[in-house]
């Protein structure tokens, strides 16, 4: 398991995302809201 793992990592580089994109995701998840009724969930944007 430990192999496979450390294999991986050297494949993967870091990327970094700018400020825009991380405070649209911020305010995105702010404004989204799931319901549930009955079972089901539902999800609406409050803007």
């Keep these: 398991m430990k192999e496979i793992y450390s294999e ?3 494949k993967c580089k870091l990327v970094k995302a700018k400020p825009e994109t991380v405070q649209f995701l911020l305010n995105y ?7 549930e009724a009955e079972g089901l969930k539902f999800e609406s944007n409050l803007n």
């Design 29 to 35: 998840s702010k404004s989204l809201k799931i319901t």
């Design 8 to 10: 991986d990592r050297k």
